[in-house]
């Protein structure tokens, strides 16, 4: 079975590959118009297994304004956590977060903090956009920390903030069969990932509601997760909040799935809302 660290990740990457590029959009120039502090949303992973679906932890997304640096940004935060009844099989506490700034989104510190199994690991990443460069800071197993310097393009973003970052921007013109490639950067790597919107549809999440979606299909890349040949498949509410509320993918064994579980703080009405 695919482990509770993958399915509570996966979520996290599933967001970053689907909205990880602006770069075929005016220069990732952005002004935020789609969340503000105080938002939480909070999604449900499931595992599938020889069709017996199987809730094993949940990852929860929150914004709040900040003035850890000496001015106002924008703290998102993304924490990840296995349930009680699996911590004994595999206990996960992932922390993910970033500071941007508070309108146009660019990132100023990026830091993730986990635990997995036993396994710990810690990343953090100063941006200096004067320079188009990355501090690193990397440290493996309570060991010693390794520092490097990166070279950075516009319009790159660390895994969290490409989630909110895409979440303003214009899908309403989009036609179906679109293909956007992704570019986010993660452990040092960047990932080259390309999405492709199918179409609108309504779907219905349960117990949350029915939802009117923009729907996109995700090309991934072969690993130890997925095959080659497999897809992701991610919902959107079609309004200008642009929540993800479901997103089901084939695995090496069995298949993942993200349910929104539950929602608040929002800056615009939930218009794609059915019932």
Request: a positive charge.
């Amino acid at each position: 079975m695919i482990s509770t660290k993958r399915s509570i990740l996966l979520l996290i990457f599933l967001f970053a590959f689907l909205y990880g590029s602006t770069q075929s959009h005016s220069g990732c120039y952005i002004v935020n118009n789609a969340f503000k502090s105080g938002e939480t949303l909070v999604y449900e992973m499931s595992y599938t297994w020889f069709l017996v679906w199987t809730d094993v932890g949940e990852v929860k997304f929150t914004i709040n304004s900040d003035k850890r640096f000496g001015k106002e940004h924008l703290h998102l935060k993304a924490v990840g956590r296995s349930y009680a009844f699996y911590d004994w099989f595999f206990k996960v506490r992932d922390l993910y977060e970033s500071w941007v700034d508070p309108k146009t989104l660019e990132p100023l510190c990026f830091n993730r903090d986990i635990y997995e199994g036993g396994f710990t690991k810690e990343n953090e990443y100063n941006f200096n956009w004067n320079k188009n460069e990355l501090s690193v800071r990397v440290r493996r197993k309570q060991g010693a920390n390794r520092f490097d310097t990166l070279k950075i393009d516009k319009c790159t973003y660390d895994v969290v903030t490409a989630i909110y970052v895409a979440r303003n921007l214009d899908f309403s013109n989009v036609k179906p069969g679109k293909v956007f490639p992704v570019k986010a950067i993660m452990d040092e790597k960047v990932y080259d990932v390309g999405y492709r919107f199918l179409g609108r549809e309504e779907k219905k999440i349960a117990d949350i509601g029915l939802f009117k979606c923009l729907k996109f299909q995700v090309d991934v890349v072969a690993g130890d997760i997925f095959k080659g040949d497999q897809k992701i498949y991610v919902w959107v509410t079609d309004d200008n909040n642009k929540v993800p509320v479901f997103i089901e993918s084939p695995i090496i064994v069995g298949k993942v799935m993200a349910r929104l579980k539950s929602l608040s703080g929002l800056k615009h009405p939930l218009n794609s809302k059915i019932k």
